[in-house]
T-cell receptor, first 112, second 114 residues
């Protein structure tokens, strides 16, 4: 059974810092890996999706990398802002395409 | 363009009562999903559908039933609610799985079973 772990569970940083969120998964037979953002009381918003054949994806100040063989992904946030405060979730899709397994999330607070 | 809309947003039930959660999407997506989110457990897939008239079990299907009679709607039913089903329920949809399309989520239904 696929298991997804995110470290740290919570992170507090001052505005302007660059930061890295970590995600690890136990089964490397994945179709893709996705990073989501969840604001309190809201649903999930897709940030980046990396196909299993890709190494990284970038969107604005966000960069996600994937090392499928080692079962790891990182989400890099450059020049963090208070508006980045949210919970960040990673999820892996199995090769059958019918199961998206989520990590427990990293709760990020960026202080002004 | 509303995206994914969940109804209701909040509900309190007594043990043994039944109810139906409605998910509607206006993006013409083929795939729809129901998840539950619990503290310390993350999001877990309950049931999903790959098209109108189809449904399949996810990771935690027991105690729930679903129906996809119309492409735009996906219903989640609790026939006899139990306190263990207290959770936040999220519906999601996607156009395709195989071309890198992400899932779009609704804002959730917060359900408490007393």
């Amino acid at each position: 059974k696929q298991e997804v772990t995110q470290i740290p569970a919570a992170l507090s940083v001052p505005e302007g810092e660059n930061l890295v969120l970590n995600c690890s998964f136990t089964d490397s037979a994945i179709y893709n890996l996705q990073w989501f953002r969840q604001d309190p009381g809201k649903g999930l918003t897709s940030l980046l999706l990396i196909q299993s054949s890709q190494r990284e994806q970038t969107s604005g100040r966000l960069n996600a990398s994937l090392d499928k063989s080692s079962g790891r992904s990182t989400l890099y946030i450059a020049a963090s802002q208070p508006g980045d405060s949210a919970t960040y979730l990673c999820a892996v899709l199995n090769n059958a395409g019918n199961m998206l397994t989520f990590g427990g999330g990293t709760r990020l607070m960026v202080k002004p | 363009n509303a995206g994914v809309t969940q109804t209701p947003k909040f509900r309190v039930l007594k043990t043994g009562q039944s109810m139906t959660l409605l998910c509607a999407q206006d993006m013409n997506h083929e795939y729809m999903y129901w998840y539950r989110q619990d503290p310390g457990m993350g999001l877990r897939l309950i049931h999903y559908s790959v098209g109108e008239g189809t449904t399949a079990k996810g990771e935690v299907p027991d105690g729930y039933n679903v129906s996809r009679l119309k492409k735009q709607n996906f219903l989640l039913g609790l026939e006899s609610a139990a306190p263990s089903q207290t959770s936040v329920y999220f519906c999601a949809s996607s156009y395709s799985i195989w071309d890198g399309q992400p899932q779009h989520f609704g804002d959730g239904t917060r359900l408490s079973i007393l």
